[in-house]
């Protein structure tokens, strides 16, 4: 497995989000531990008050809607309800390869669920005990 090169403007699990399923962000071939976009996105937006609402469900709407770092999506959700509303979102996991069961707490930046699972092969190289 090839490890996934983290974009640093793009840490949101809104960036992640292509189809309604969990979809695989970050992993290395060696290490049990693997982070996962998990949960819906779903946006109600418009750029002026009087435009029809569109809904966002997938990254590449995001993007076209003009909505391509972290920081325009904080500025687009400052804006208020009426332009920009979050009715669903996505976040990460951290997921063991070995073990099906366990999953980390939501995670809302990869690059912080990246360095979890690193911490969590540091101390459980083999993955979690059983």
């Given at each position: 497995?090839?490890?996934?090169?983290?974009?640093?403007?793009?840490?949101?699990?809104?960036?992640?989000?292509?189809?309604?399923?969990?979809?695989?962000?970050?992993?290395?071939?060696?290490?049990?531990?693997f982070?996962?976009?998990?949960?819906?996105?779903?946006?109600?937006?418009?750029?002026?008050?009087?435009?029809?609402?569109?809904?966002?469900?997938?990254?590449?709407?995001?993007?076209?809607?003009?909505?391509?770092t972290?920081?325009?999506?904080?500025?687009?959700?400052?804006?208020?309800?009426?332009?920009?509303?979050?009715?669903?979102?996505?976040?990460?996991?951290?997921?063991?390869?070995?073990d099906?069961?366990?999953?980390?707490?939501?995670?809302?930046?990869?690059?912080?669920?990246?360095?979890?699972?690193?911490?969590?092969?540091?101390?459980?190289?083999?993955?979690?005990?059983?």
């Amino acid at each position: 497995m090839t490890e996934t090169i983290l974009n640093p403007d793009k840490l949101s699990p809104e960036f992640w989000v292509w189809e309604t399923n969990h979809e695989s962000v970050w992993g290395v071939e060696g290490n049990p531990f693997f982070v996962v976009r998990n949960g819906e996105m779903r946006f109600h937006a418009r750029r002026e008050l009087d435009d029809d609402v569109e809904i966002i469900r997938y990254t590449d709407r995001l993007e076209r809607f003009g909505i391509t770092t972290d920081k325009e999506l904080e500025a687009w959700l400052d804006k208020g309800d009426e332009y920009f509303h979050s009715a669903m979102n996505p976040w990460f996991e951290v997921w063991s390869a070995n073990d099906t069961e366990y999953y980390s707490e939501p995670m809302f930046n990869a690059q912080e669920a990246k360095e979890f699972a690193i911490k969590l092969f540091a101390e459980f190289p083999d993955g979690i005990p059983s």
